[in-house]
């Protein structure tokens, strides 16, 4: 079953604005995990936030992570048409913390 | 560093028959790795878990004698999808989490493998 579930499912935007995606889960975690896939690529990991995390940046990333909310939302500041991809949320659970993957969001960047 | 690789990236083949992916850790060893399957415009499932040494765990609804999963190191797991059908088209990735850093390490993804079968 689904974890995580993304919101917006697409979001088209200008380069140059700020995109914001949200993610919600349904049980308790450990760490949440955000990915991107490019158009018929693998993934590949960006940030990771602990559950004792409120907050975490990396470069033009930032995450955020309410666990009383159980959501999470991802921050692309000063978007640029490189950041059109796929995005995911995981979570970890269960034995070997296999990870449970939200629908994802589709990001377009316009340039 | 952490690079996994898949081979083949795309692979067409005929109903009925068979196919093997590889997913490889190049510069790091990996106890576990995970198989999943994307179809299109669709988030990843997750197929089965291949434990270096043991059994694969599959997870509900997968067919373990249909996708055979062999992780016969520490750097490679192999899927085998036997018997082949058009619905088993999709993109098969594969991920490793690095050995020795416990189960909320993070894990490294393969490219992926386009599978389509005729």
């Known amino acids: 079953s689904q974890q995580g579930e993304e919101d917006p499912q697409a979001l088209s935007i200008q380069e140059g604005e700020n995109a914001t995606m949200n993610c919600s889960y349904k049980t308790s975690i450990n760490n949440l995990q955000w990915y991107r896939q490019n158009s018929g690529r693998g993934l590949v990991h960006l940030i990771l936030i602990r559950s004792n995390e409120r907050e975490k940046h990396s470069g033009r990333l930032r995450v955020t992570l309410d666990t009383s909310k159980k959501s999470s939302s991802l921050l692309i500041t000063a978007s640029r048409a490189a950041d059109t991809a796929s995005y995911f949320c995981a979570t970890p659970a269960g034995a070997n913390s296999k990870l449970t993957f939200g629908k994802g969001i589709t990001l377009s960047v316009r340039p | 560093g952490a690079v996994v690789s898949q081979h083949p990236s795309w692979v067409i083949c005929k109903s009925g028959t068979s196919v093997k992916i590889e997913c490889r850790s190049l510069?790091?060893?990996?106890?576990?790795m995970f198989w999943y399957r994307q179809f299109p415009k669709q988030s990843l499932m997750l197929m089965a878990t291949?434990?270096?040494?043991?059994?694969?765990?599959?997870e509900q609804g997968v067919e373990k004698d249909k996708f055979l999963i062999n992780h016969a190191s520490l750097t490679l797991s192999t899927l085998t999808v036997t018997s082949a059908h058009p619905e088993d088209s999709s993109f098969y990735i594969c991920?490793?989490?690095?050995?020795?850093?416990?189960?909320?390490?993070?894990?490294?993804f393969g490219p992926g493998t386009r599978l389509t079968v005729l």
């Open positions: 510069d790091f060893q990996a106890t576990t």
């Open positions: 991920s490793a989490r690095v050995s020795g850093r416990g189960q909320r390490s993070e894990q490294f």
């Open positions: 291949s434990n270096e040494g043991s059994k694969a765990t599959y």
